[in-house]
């Protein structure tokens, strides 16, 4: 079985500018069947030798990361006469970009230690690849690229970090990328792509998880860039209630556009946040954020589920060209506002009790009386 043959893309997930991706069946020996991730460079960039390059580059370094909030990289294929292709593990699950649009069409906001969680395991990936970079590479593995597109929230609660297609080290030949808004304002001034300037991205997501609305906005990418370089930044406190003042100052330190002044590393700011949930008492499981996130989208979770189990079953006909791939969807469901406990509709309803108080306060009396008559005949007893 050739590496080629082993995965049959089912369903077109998204056109990138660099790589198309694609859902598809994993078959192996033994009848082994799963969904995994193709990221497989676009036939018209393949001929670009310094593209293939980069490409070729960025999956070697995503197969040396293994960490439990980075999406894992399973294979690489490049076969004569293929783009190559990076193979991913499948989430089921959606991007914080969803959430937060999910979030905002019914007005339910995000806690402060729903947040923290989030951006600490985020902060954790970033700085593992700092370090692993150093050790293997010579250099700190740059993202690049954090926005709420690309972290993702699984169904399981688990965060990943997503899109190594453009991990990088700094300095190194690389495709310039990421979203504005949470660029780093030396970055917007030519700086080549730093660890720092992930914490200034990491700082922006935490800003806009906390207070439900995107920190740096504009008319067009001009008034973006302007507002990152230049904009006031208030505390997080000032547009919502519940966020305490050691929490404001974690922001604006990861915020500040000076870098010898921003919080010096993902490590750092990994550990001020774990430090914060631990003063709220209030942690926050892979379960809890589970059934949080399964509440909040509702349809569209048990919409994805079908989605996938029918992916799998297409799988098993005859194959398709990529031209003729469907999409993933449809997966365009409005969210639920989040119950306590989803099971409480299915709950059957007990029927109404009846007050025990008159019959207790009646026990209780002839109890008085009996005590009271076997003192009485204690006493004419001893006369």
């Keep these: 079985m050739s590496p080629s043959s082993r995965y049959r893309p089912v369903r ?18 033994g009848g082994l ?25 960025s999956a070697r370094v995503a197969a040396t990361l293994d960490h439990p909030h980075i999406i894992t990289a399973f294979d690489a ?31 339910a906001r995000i806690t402060s230690p729903v947040a923290c969680r989030i951006v600490a395991d985020v902060a954790s990936a970033l700085a593992y690849a700092v370090e692993q970079g150093a050790a293997l590479h010579g250099a700190p593995l740059v993202h690049g690229d954090v926005t709420p597109s690309n972290v993702m929230i699984s169904y399981e609660g688990v965060t990943k970090l997503l899109d190594f297609g453009l991990l990088r080290a700094p300095e190194s030949l690389a495709l310039q990328a990421g979203c504005v808004a949470y660029s780093a304002p030396e970055q917007l001034n030519g700086a080549p792509a730093s660890p720092l ?37 208030d505390p997080p406190s000032a547009h919502a209630e519940g966020i305490s003042p050691a929490l404001d100052q974690i922001v604006l330190d990861a915020l500040a556009r000076d870098p010898a002044r921003r919080t010096p590393s993902a490590r750092v700011l990994h550990q001020q946040l774990e430090e914060a949930l631990r003063a709220t008492r209030q942690g926050v499981s892979a379960f809890r954020l589970s059934e949080w996130l399964k509440d909040l989208m509702g349809p569209r979770y048990e919409a994805r589920l079908s989605v996938e189990r029918l992916a799998l079953s297409d799988a098993r006909a005859a194959p398709l060209p990529l031209d003729a791939l469907p999409a993933l969807g449809p997966l365009h469901t409005s ?22 108080k008159p019959l207790a306060w009646a026990l209780s009396g002839l109890g008085l009386l009996a005590t009271l008559l076997w003192i009485a005949y204690l006493l004419g007893q001893s006369a």
Excluded at 12 to 21: E, L, T
Excluded at 335 to 350: D, E, G, H, K, V
């Design 33 to 57: 069947e799963r969904l995994v991730i193709l990221k497989r460079l676009r036939a018209d960039l393949d001929a670009d030798p310094m593209i293939r390059e980069i490409f070729i580059h």
């Design 77 to 107: 294929l490049a076969e004569e006469g293929e783009p190559p292709s990076l193979v991913l593990e499948h989430l089921s699950g959606e991007t914080l970009r969803v959430i937060l649009d999910a979030a905002a069409q019914i007005g």
């Design 335 to 356: 969210p639920r506002a989040p119950q306590r406990r989803r099971q409480a509709a299915a709950r059957p309803q007990s029927r109404p009790r009846r007050s025990i």
């Design 197 to 233: 300037g992930d914490v200034f991205s990491l700082g922006a997501l935490l800003y806009e998880l906390l207070t439900g609305a995107r920190l740096f906005e504009g008319a067009g990418l001009a008034q973006v860039t302007q507002a990152v370089l230049s904009k006031p930044i």
């Design 12 to 29: 077109r997930v998204a056109d990138g500018s660099v790589s198309d991706v694609l859902l598809a069946s994993q078959h192996a020996l």
